[in-house]
């Protein structure tokens, strides 16, 4: 069944041969390790365990990540941060490995090579990334491989990341006060509206002008997050800062989110709020609706959140002081 003949190069090459299993060759540079692979893979054939794994060994672990990037990101929403962090690892050793080669040590080396300057919750992504790719390869691309894969043996790391930044009414009168001074006629309304409706960036600059019923008042934000549309109220005053906007299919004329970036930092920079970042005013809104009385399942259908456990604890950012009302109408006697 096996065949072992020594090549011209000074090499041994074996040839199995066996009905209903792939035809298998494999060189090696002493005849003793071809014919102990040889009776290995014979072994497990008439014990019908055999996995052709050739596969695997003819591919490396860069070859998946640029069939990922070329074949499955471009149907992401975050392709093109996803593309980027891709190429980036493409730059690393453990790209070169192939399937086979490749372990849990390979990996816990590049997990400390990028580890410098990442939070956390970065480097757990990166390192999840690489567990979808090597699923796909598995259960999608047909690629025969190690029931466990290397990443699965490397511990994630444990974070403890979640802000809880919040702005007094005071600190969000100056933030509007100098965007209001911004070369960026939109900015101000911007920010009003994402603190009135708890919406997200791509939502607002994606708010078209069809899918506002100013006589329902309400709007619908298309393909979310989630892939789903979500219709919510709006206030008297949303709908007066989306009324006074220039006309066009689009609510805010936004050139780029790079663009928007930049003159949004200014404005929080200039109002000494220098870790306020704009997705945080989603945080502010939901804060405010809880706090105006709403109940939860009702923030949630504005904000679109299909978790309550997700807002409460990531959204809410319900401070201390925010409860001292409560306590104060808590009486211990009836009188």
């Known amino acids: 069944m096996a065949t072992i003949r020594q090549l011209k190069s000074g090499k041994w090459q074996v040839i199995i041969r066996k009905k209903n299993y792939p035809e298998l060759t494999k060189s090696f540079m002493m005849k003793s390790l071809a014919s102990k692979w040889a009776k290995m893979i014979e072994t497990q054939m008439e014990k019908r365990v055999f996995q052709d794994m050739s596969g695997a060994e003819g591919t490396t672990l860069k070859q998946l ?50 580890s410098p300057g990442r939070a ?12 979808r790719v090597w699923e796909l390869a598995r259960t999608t691309w047909g690629i025969t491989l190690p029931p466990q894969s290397p990443m699965a043996l490397v511990p994630l790391l444990p974070v403890r990341n979640e802000r809880t930044i ?24 911007m920010i009003m509206f994402a603190a009135l409706t708890a919406a997200r960036y791509s939502e607002i600059t994606g708010l078209l002008r069809k899918d506002v019923d100013y006589n329902k008042c309400t709007a619908t934000f298309r393909n979310t997050k989630n892939g789903e549309d979500r219709e919510i109220p709006l206030s008297d005053e949303a709908i007066r800062i989306l009324r006074k906007q220039p ?74 002081e925010d409860l001292r009302p409560q306590v104060n109408n808590i009486r211990l006697f009836k009188r």
Not at 166 to 189: G, M, P, Q, V, W
Not at 259 to 283: E, P, V
Request: hydrophobic share 35%; proline share 1%; charged share 30%.
């Open 65 to 114: 990540i640029i069939k990922y990037r070329d074949e499955i990101v471009p149907t992401y929403k975050s392709k093109t941060t996803l593309t980027y962090k891709l190429n980036y690892m493409l730059k690393f050793k453990v790209c070169y490995y192939n399937l086979l080669e490749l372990n849990a040590g390979h990996i816990n080396t590049f997990k400390k090579e990028i």
């Open 120 to 131: 956390p919750k970065t480097i757990n992504a990166y390192i999840n990334t690489l567990k």
């Open 166 to 189: 919040t702005l007094s009414d005071e600190e969000f009168e100056r933030l509007i006060h100098e965007a209001k001074k911004s070369k960026a006629n939109y900015l101000a309304d």
């Open 247 to 320: 006309f066009g299919d689009r609510f805010f004329n936004v050139k780029s989110r790079e663009t928007f970036k930049n003159w949004y930092n200014k404005a929080r920079d200039n109002a000494g709020l220098q870790y306020f970042r704009f997705h945080d005013l989603r945080s502010h809104a939901i804060r405010k609706m809880i706090m105006s009385g709403m109940e939860t399942i009702m923030v949630a259908k504005i904000s679109g959140h299909k978790t309550l456990n997700v807002l409460h604890r990531r959204y809410s950012r319900i401070q201390a």
